[in-house]
């Protein structure tokens, strides 16, 4: 394998780890274990490694991407005797992250804006936006989106990469009417943009009071934790900067911020086990998928 993948290299220059298994084929872990081993090949990772949380993981922390996703994804390969022009590819594949990243992120305000604007009526005060706020999380915030087709999980559709992770946290006193339209509005968009071919990005969603997130705070089940992961994580879109705030510093007074902390530092440390037993074996595991 190691053979097969320095002379790819040689003829076609510094390749993904995607590029090396469009042309020799699919068998990613034993491509990645020749490249990692091999003294003639050198890697370049790009971008960062973040906190996943994973009901299949013990302790639920692991990183994002996985080991396979970074290699396909997020690694260049390269001869180690070609260090310039590794350098460059991993410097174009970066970029293109970067721009896959902004263009989402660009696509979420508007979308937000749109939503915001018709639940609103433009208007402020008890109707108003300053009566919730919209955040985004998910790959995006790391500057990590990716725009490589896959199928969207309910239906199945092919989506162009990343989804846009969006949550409306209202205030408790909002009126109900106006959570119903945020709902509803954000629904609509969900469906226009994953069946408009011009579009087919994926939208997940969802709308919930301050008290919601408090209740979640308290980490009662899987599902709360990832909400508080979430929050967390994200950034502010649009809307009241003085309850995106308040919901930050819940997560801190609460302790949920530190223990994200601690979750990432195990998760960490959990990936450079898996990649040192994936170096020396020839057994896959959960980590590398």
């Known amino acids: 394998m190691e053979e097969r993948i320095a002379s790819l290299l040689a003829t076609a220059g510094p390749l993904t780890g995607?590029?090396?298994?469009?042309?020799?084929?699919d068998a990613s872990f034993a491509q990645w274990q020749a490249c990692v081993r091999s003294p003639r090949l050198a890697l370049r990772r790009v971008g960062r490694r973040?906190?996943?949380?994973?009901t299949k993981v013990e302790g639920y922390a692991r990183l994002s991407p996985?080991?396979?996703?970074?290699?396909?994804?997020?690694?260049?390969?390269g001869l180690a005797r070609d260090e310039a022009a590794l350098d460059r590819r991993a410097a174009e594949v970066e970029a293109h992250i970067r721009a896959v990243s902004r263009d989402k992120?660009?696509?979420?305000?508007?979308?937000v804006s749109d939503i915001a604007a018709r639940a609103t009526g433009g208007s402020s005060g008890a109707?108003?936006?300053d009566r919730f706020c919209v955040v985004l999380a998910g790959d995006v915030v790391y500057d990590m989106a990716h725009d490589v087709p896959r199928p969207?999980?309910?239906t199945g559709t092919l989506v162009q990469g990343s989804d846009l992770d969006l949550v409306f946290l209202v205030d408790d006193a909002a009126p109900?009417?106006?959570?119903?339209?945020?709902d509803r509005l954000t629904y609509e968009k969900k469906v226009q943009y994953l069946a408009n071919p011009a579009f087919r990005e994926e939208i997940d969603y969802v709308v919930k009071s301050f008290g919601r997130l408090r209740e979640q705070a308290q980490r009662g089940d899987f599902k709360a934790m990832v909400a508080c992961k979430i929050f967390d994580e994200a950034v502010m879109l649009l809307g009241s900067e003085a309850l995106f705030a308040a919901g930050k510093e819940l997560l801190r007074e609460r302790g949920v911020t530190e223990w994200l902390r601690g979750l990432e530092a195990a998760a960490i440390r959990s990936r450079e086990k898996a990649e040192q037993l994936l170096f020396y074996t020839e057994l896959e595991s959960e980590e590398f998928e």
Do not use: H, K, N, P
């Open 18 to 25: 995607t590029e090396i298994c469009d042309a020799l084929g």
């Open 66 to 77: 996985s080991i396979l996703r970074e290699f396909l994804t997020y690694t260049v390969v």
């Open 176 to 182: 109900d009417e106006m959570v119903a339209r945020l």
């Open 50 to 54: 973040y906190l996943r949380l994973d």
């Open 105 to 111: 992120l660009q696509l979420a305000r508007e979308v």
């Open 152 to 154: 969207e999980r309910s």
């Open 127 to 129: 109707a108003g936006v």
